[in-house]
């Protein structure tokens, strides 16, 4: 078992930035792949980022490459995604994601556990 509690969420300006966290739960947070997730209302779970058990690879969406910035720090138990040039776009709640599969995927039908989200609005 795994328990993900985001935090960091808020509002901010366009352009602005905010790094959002993700503590876990488990001592074997470090054998989990990690993902960023964002929803709207009224939409899908929209994928983000990704990132291996190693920190060693990350993938990311079209939409926030370049952008955003996932990254772990297993002695923490915490996963990161620092979001630079924020848009009005990337308003949503957003969540983060473990899966103990070892491929990175970008479908939220792998992942096995969910924080409860966190609140990004990015005013205009």
């Known amino acids: 078992q795994v328990q993900l509690v985001e935090s960091g969420g808020g509002l901010v300006q366009a352009g602005g930035s905010l790094r959002l966290s993700c503590a876990a739960s488990g001592r074997t947070f470090s054998s989990y792949a990690m993902g960023w997730f964002r929803q709207t209302p009224g939409k899908d779970r929209e994928f983000v980022a990704a990132?291996?058990?190693?920190?060693?690879?990350?993938d990311y969406a079209d939409s926030v490459k370049g952008r955003f910035t996932i990254s772990r720090d297993n002695a923490k138990n915490t996963v990161y995604v620092q979001m630079n040039s924020l848009q009005p776009e990337d308003t949503a709640v957003y969540y983060c994601?473990?899966?103990?599969?070892?491929?990175?995927?970008?479908?939220?039908?792998?992942?096995?556990?969910w924080g409860q989200g966190t609140q990004v609005t990015v005013s205009s």
């Open positions: 994601a473990a899966t103990s599969r070892t491929i990175l995927r970008r479908s939220p039908l792998r992942y096995d556990y």
């Open positions: 990132i291996s058990w190693s920190g060693g690879s990350t």
